[in-house]
């Protein structure tokens, strides 16, 4: 892994690289809680902890935890190597490890710090982007992993083996950490402390953070939505308060030199093991003549080991996203299919997203107008328009985690597996590091096919 920097002060930059060469090791992940190598709270700057949470989360979110979920979504492929064998379903607990220790500590841990230091000094604004990117954060591992420890993590020494909290539980806990984010930054005081070009993500625009936790909760709602009228219309309410263009999207930009790349970009400089054009949804793309082909897939893009990237994601300064316009849109269509039965409504929130995902790529109008005419139309039926909406979303999310969310929600696209007897994997396992230190709590029963989230139904 190469170390992250980011490029708003020297001050920030050191930190980022005191943290991530930390991470970096292996062996630095015992626990969620034996960080010795964590800086003391009352000498850390909120600006520069946040920088740091920021670009810790997206280099996470955009390294083993992308690869693996575009693995098993299959809009990656392999046939060599380590990544062959995940793409045959062969991962051990070991796998994990990583994902895992940088998830928790090296953006979990920093954001608990960030929190309490937002909170003790009065700092709303601080205080309401750190819950915002925790509930980001556990979103992400909860839908990952199921279960995990949060109520008794972060305490250090005085709790070294933290029980594990129930992943519906957890739901819960990150709801009420949007609720206490989006009154802290509708507070008038926004305390001493006020962010600026240290947020990377949002420039300190704290109006575009609380369409982010509004953008979140949807999501949450989203996922308990199957046959069930009240989450949709709870998540519509959500998306009503979210993302109203492209301009809001909650994404990180990475810089244009090496050492602040986009960690796809560092994976294929580094290796040349996962394919993309000649994957099942790089086929399907092609076939369907998808003006984004050659943005997501392209075999003449030019990187060190000729993998096939598109530009758009595989460039050195390529965006990890989190969440985006379009998926609230297509989020708005299949609540509206759930709560409504409206098939003509709901149509038009689906060519919306479509429309939004393509501009946004950059794809010129008279093609995505081509491309409405020949996808654009939803049948008339509630569970068959919700699985043409979400075949299409799935291409939106491409690389993004939520797309191996939403195939176990609505097992759209069908994927066909391409090892074994027991279908697509349905959750990340949990990591060594787990079973070593903290044995008596977690789940010993765990594996790649079960326990479910209890999401996916």
Known sequence: MKKLKNNTSLIMVTMAMMILATSCKKSFYTSVNRN???????????????????????????????????????????????????????????????????????????????????????????????????????????????????????????????????????????????????????????????????????????????????AIQARLYMHQSKADVSMANKALAEIAQSFSSNADNAQYIFASTETAANPWYQFNEQRGDITFDTSPLGVQMATDNDPRYLLFTDPTFTDVNLVGMGPYYGNINSPVEFICYDEILFMKAEATLISTGDIMAAQAFYRAAITANMKKLGVPDANITVYIASKGTLPLTVNGAITKVSGEEYITLYLNPEAFTLWRRNNSPVLTPVSGALGVPRRFLYPQTEYSYNSANVPTSATLFSPKIFWDK
């Open 36 to 214: 010795t190598n964590a800086p003391d709270p009352t000498s850390i700057i909120p600006s520069v902890m946040l920088s740091t949470v920021e670009g810790t989360l997206a280099y996470t979110q955009g390294g083993d935890i992308s690869r693996y979920t575009s693995l098993l979504t299959q809009q990656t492929s392999s046939t060599s190597r380590q990544a062959g064998a995940y793409y045959q379903y062969t991962f051990t607990s070991v796998d994990f490890d990583s994902p895992w220790g940088n998830l928790f500590t090296s953006v979990m841990e920093n954001n608990h710090t960030l929190m309490q230091i937002s909170d003790s000094k009065g700092d709303n604004a601080y205080g309401g982007i750190s819950r915002i990117l925790m509930a980001y954060s556990l979103q992400l591992a909860v839908d990952e992993w199921g279960s995990m420890p949060y109520a008794e993590a972060f305490q250090g020494a005085s709790k070294l083996q933290p029980k594990y909290d129930i992943d519906k539980d957890l739901y819960d806990t990150i709801a009420n950490l949007l609720t206490t984010a989006v009154s802290k930054l509708n507070d008038p005081n926004p305390g001493v402390d006020a962010p600026g070009v240290e947020d990377v993500m949002f420039g300190g625009d704290l109006t575009r953070w609380i369409k982010f936790a509004h």
